[in-house]
Antibody
Framework: EVQLVESGGGLVKPGGSVRLSCEASGFTFSSFWMNWVRQAPGRGLEWVANIKQDGNEKYYVDSVEGRFTISRDNAKTSMYLQMNSLRAEDTAVYYC?????????????WGQGTLVTVSS | DIQMTQSPSSLSASVGDRVTITCRASQSISSYLNWYQQTPGKAPKLLIYAVSTLESGVPSRFSGSGSGTDFTLTISSLQPEDFATYYCQQSYSTPLLTFGGGTKVEMK
């Protein structure tokens, strides 16, 4: 069974940093693109970033470019999101999601999410 | 950037109703369109990919259609478990991906 488990969320001050983790199991982690998708309270879904199977390609939504860094460790079947210079508008549930195929087209498995709250 | 616009943003329906949700892209996205269902407090679930292919385990009352810029999700006979929020998502610009704003299906 595919499992994705996020951790690392919490309350962070504006301008602060936090590192999210996503631990994967039940599938060959190194064979899939991985993504972070977020959802602000009461709002819709927003794709944040993704990373290729070998970690050599990374892409970001414009609003986080230069502040967030996605990475992965295939040996640990884990993905990470380093979030710096946090703003109130980054407050959201952050989901880890898997994409099938040689390019990411959709999100076929999701974690339960971890809440990041940016507030003083 | 490709923008995805869903309509309506919410709708009220009864069990057994036929429900249609529309998603429009700001430019042609060919057939790179997916649909998700999200119930409160839960992660989204992939329902349909590539416009009309049902994900494994998704009931056949769900269907998708369209191409280019205009797409539709149809629930042929709404069931109690279908009251949820539905999102479209384009992957024409992969690896850069975008969602529509969502459509909440509420009980009338």
């Amino acid at each position: 069974e595919v499992q994705l488990v996020e951790s690392g969320g919490g309350l962070v001050k504006p301008g602060g940093s936090v590192r999210l983790s996503c631990e994967a199991s039940g599938f060959t982690f190194s064979s899939f693109w991985m993504n972070w998708v977020r959802q602000a309270p009461g709002r819709g879904l927003e794709w944040v970033a993704n990373i290729k199977q070998d970690g050599n390609e990374k892409y970001y939504v414009d609003s986080v470019e230069g502040r967030f860094t996605i990475s992965r460790d295939n040996a640990k079947t884990s993905m990470y999101l380093q979030m710096n210079s946090l703003r109130a508008e980054d407050t959201a549930v952050y989901y880890c999601a898997r994409s099938r195929g040689s390019l990411p087209h959709n999100f076929d498995s999701w974690g339960q999410g971890t809440l990041v709250t940016v507030s003083s | 950037d490709i923008q995805m616009t869903q309509s309506p943003s919410s709708l009220s329906a009864s069990v057994g109703d036929r429900v249609t949700i529309t998603c429009r892209a700001s430019q042609s996205i060919s057939s790179y369109l997916n649909w998700y269902q999200q119930t409160p407090g839960k992660a989204p679930k992939l329902l349909i990919y590539a416009v009309s292919t049902l994900e494994s385990g998704v009931p056949s009352r769900f269907s998708g259609s369209g191409s280019g810029t205009d797409f539709t999700l149809t629930i042929s006979s709404l069931q109690p478990e279908d009251f949820a929020t539905y999102y479209c998502q384009q992957s024409y610009s992969t690896p850069l991906l975008t969602f529509g704003g969502g459509t909440k299906v509420e009980m009338k």
